[in-house]
C-alpha cells in the first residue's frame, strides 16, 4: 500500500515536474519554429521583392528603350522634315539669287544703254547747239538777202510788197480751190471705198453670228391613216362627209390610190392646218358625220390660235422683245403658217431681227430698236390677204394703230422703199430682208433644176479616169466616188479628191459646200480546201 502511494505520489511528482517542462520545451520550440517561419517568409518575400525589383528594371529597361526608339523616330522625322524644308529654301534661296543676278544683270545691261544713250544725247545736245547757232546766222543773212531782193522786186516790178502780197494771194486762192476740189474728190471716192467695205463686213459679221433654220413649205399637207378602209368612212355615204369637210374649212381633200395616205390641198395655210388638225382628231375618234366636223373643225381653230400664239409668244421671248400689243402678238403667231416663196414668215422675221440687231451693234445704234423693227416689218403679211394694199402698208398701219413708235412705223413702211427712210433703221432692215430672203438655199429650189444639179455632180466625177461610179447623197451634199484600186493607188485618190472639188467650183453655182470622198477597196478572195 505504501509502495502504491509512494507510485502515486511519484507519478504526481513526475506529473507536476512534467508538465512544466513540457510547457516550457513546448513554447521554446514554437518559438523556435515561429522563428524558422518567419525567416522563410522573409526569404520568400525577399525573393518575390528581388522579382519585382527585377521585373521593375526589365520592364524600365523597355520603356528606356522604347522611349528611346521613339525618341529615335521623332528624331529622325524632324530631321527628314528640316532637310526637305532646307532643301526647299536652299532651292528658294538659289532661285532668288538667280533672278537677283539676273536682275542685277539686267540693271547693268540698262545702265549701260543709259549711259550710253546719255553720251549720245549728250553729243547731239552739242551738235544741235552748234547748227542753231550756224541757222541762227543763215537766218539773220537770209532775211537780209529777203529784204535787198524785196527791194531790187519793187524797183523792177514798180509794186509795192503789199500790191504783190495781194496778186500772190489771189493766184494761190485759185490755186487752192482747185486742190481742195481735187482733195474733196479724193476724199470722197476713198469714203465711198472705205463706207462699202466697212458695210461688207458688217453685213458678213452679221450672216457669220446668224444661225437661223430654213423652212420651206409647200402648198399640200399629207394625213396619214391607220387603213384603206378609213377613206371609204372619210368620204362618206354618196360624199357628204368630204363635201361637208371641205365646205367646213375650204381645202380640197384628195383621196387618190396613195396607200393608207390622203392629201389636203390648198393655199391658205392656216385653213390647211386647221383641216389637218380635224382631220386627224376625226380619225383618232372614229365618228365621222357632218355634226361632229363641224365641232372638230371649231375645236382646232381654238387650238390652232393656241399654237400659233405659243409661237409668237416663244419668238419674242428669244429674240427679248418687250411691250408688244396682244393684236401684234396675234398677226405675229399667224406669220407661222405663212410663207413668201416657200420661206417660212415668221422664222423669216426672225431671222431679219437677229441680223438687223447685230448690224446695228457694229455700227453703233440701239440694237433693240433694231430687232423690234427687224421682227415686224413684214407683220402686214399676215392681213394682206384679207385687206387692199401692200404688206409693207398694211403693217404699218397695223403698228401704228397698236402703239408703236414712228422709228418702227417708218422702217415698215420704208423696208421695201414705198416711202422715205427717216432713220437708219430701215436700211438696216433693208439690208437684212435682202440677206435673209436672198441667201443660197432658203428658197425653195425646182425639182428640174435640182435634178440637173444632181447630174452635172455625176458627170463631172465620171468624167475622171479610173473612176468606176459616183454617187450623189445627202441631197447634193456630198459625192462619193468609187475608183479601181488597180489605176489608183492611195496617192493618186488624194489627189483625184482635190481634182473633183476644183471641177466642181469652175464648173457648177450651188449653195454651201459639196464634200467629195473617194473610195478605194481592194479585196482578196481564198479558199480553203
Known amino acids: ?105 539686267e540693271v547693268n545691261r540698262r545702265d549701260d544703254l543709259i549711259l550710253k544713250r546719255e553720251a549720245e544725247f549728250t553729243a547731239r545736245e552739242s551738235f544741235l547747239n552748234s547748227k542753231e547757232k550756224t541757222i541762227r546766222t543763215k537766218d539773220n543773212e537770209l532775211s ?29 486762192e485759185g490755186q487752192v480751190r482747185y486742190e481742195c476740189a481735187q482733195m474733196i474728190k479724193e476724199i470722197k471716192d476713198q469714203a465711198k471705198s472705205e463706207a462699202e467695205k466697212e458695210a461688207k463686213e458688217i453685213v458678213i459679221h452679221a450672216i457669220q453670228r446668224c444661225a437661223a433654220d430654213t423652212t420651206v413649205e409647200s402648198t399640200v399637207s399629207v394625213v396619214h391613216l391607220p387603213s ?33 395616205a390622203v392629201i389636203l390641198s390648198g ?7 386647221v383641216a389637218r388638225l380635224a382631220l386627224e382628231k376625226l380619225i383618232t375618234d372614229g365618228r365621222i358625220h ?9 375645236k382646232s381653230e381654238k387650238e ?17 422683245v418687250h411691250g408688244l400689243k396682244p393684236k401684234l402678238v396675234s398677226c405675229l403667231g399667224r406669220l ?11 422664222q423669216h422675221s426672225m431671222e431679219v431681227a437677229i441680223l438687223a440687231g447685230l448690224m446695228a451693234t457694229e455700227l453703233g445704234l440701239d440694237p433693240k430698236i433694231a430687232i423690234r423693227a427687224g421682227l415686224l416689218h413684214d407683220i402686214g403679211k399676215s392681213i394682206d390677204r384679207e385687206t387692199e394694199g401692200t404688206h409693207s402698208e398694211l403693217g404699218a398701219e397695223l403698228a401704228s394703230k397698236n402703239g408703236e413708235n414712228n422709228i418702227i412705223i417708218n422702217a415698215i413702211a420704208a423696208h421695201h422703199e414705198d416711202v422715205s427712210p427717216i432713220s437708219m433703221y430701215p436700211v438696216l432692215i433693208q439690208a437684212a430682208d435682202t440677206i435673209s430672203s436672198t441667201r443660197p438655199g432658203v428658197r425653195r429650189e425646182t425639182l ?29 451634199r456630198e459625192i462619193r466616188v468609187m475608183v479601181e484600186p488597180e489605176q489608183i493607188n492611195d496617192a493618186q485618190a488624194e489627189e483625184l479628191a482635190g481634182q473633183v472639188s476644183q471641177k466642181i467650183q469652175e464648173e457648177m453655182e450651188y449653195p454651201g459646200q459639196i464634200k467629195v470622198t473617194i473610195v478605194r477597196e481592194s479585196r482578196y478572195t481564198e479558199y480553203a480546201k
Open 336 to 346: 407661222k403658217y405663212r410663207t413668201s416663196y416657200g420661206q417660212n414668215v415668221l
Open 1 to 105: 500500500m505504501d509502495q502504491f502511494y509512494q507510485y502515486i505520489v511519484f507519478i504526481i511528482i513526475a506529473g507536476a515536474v512534467a508538465f512544466p517542462l513540457g510547457f516550457i520545451g513546448g513554447f521554446f520550440w514554437r518559438t523556435i519554429a515561429d522563428r524558422k517561419y518567419k525567416k522563410l517568409q522573409m526569404e520568400e518575400a525577399k525573393r518575390e521583392a528581388n522579382r519585382i525589383v527585377k521585373e521593375a528594371k526589365n520592364e524600365a529597361e523597355l520603356q528606356k528603350k522604347t522611349a528611346i526608339l521613339e525618341a529615335k523616330d521623332e528624331w529622325f522625322k524632324a530631321k527628314t522634315e528640316f532637310e526637305k524644308e532646307s532643301s526647299k529654301i536652299r532651292e528658294e534661296i538659289r532661285q532668288n539669287r538667280q533672278e537677283l543676278k539676273e536682275h542685277e544683270l
Open 228 to 260: 384603206d378602209e378609213m377613206k371609204g368612212r372619210i368620204i362618206g355615204r354618196e360624199g357628204r362627209n368630204i363635201r361637208s369637210f371641205e365646205e367646213a374649212t375650204g381645202i380640197d381633200v384628195i383621196v387618190d390610190d396613195t396607200p393608207e
Open 290 to 298: 357632218p355634226g361632229r366636223i363641224e365641232e372638230l373643225i371649231k
Open 448 to 476: 428640174s433644176n435640182y435634178v440637173n444639179r444632181l447630174t452635172k455632180l455625176e458627170e463631172i466625177a465620171d468624167s475622171f479616169r479610173g473612176v468606176q461610179k459616183a454617187f450623189v447623197i445627202q441631197a447634193g
Open 144 to 172: 537780209r538777202l529777203i529784204s535787198l531782193e524785196n527791194e531790187k522786186l519793187e524797183k523792177i516790178s514798180h509794186m509795192s510788197q503789199e500790191d504783190a502780197k495781194k496778186l500772190l494771194l489771189e493766184n494761190l
Open 304 to 320: 390652232l390660235d393656241k399654237i400659233m400664239k405659243d409661237a409668237a409668244e416663244e419668238v419674242i421671248y428669244e429674240l427679248d
Open 267 to 273: 393655199f391658205d395655210p392656216i385653213k390647211r392646218e
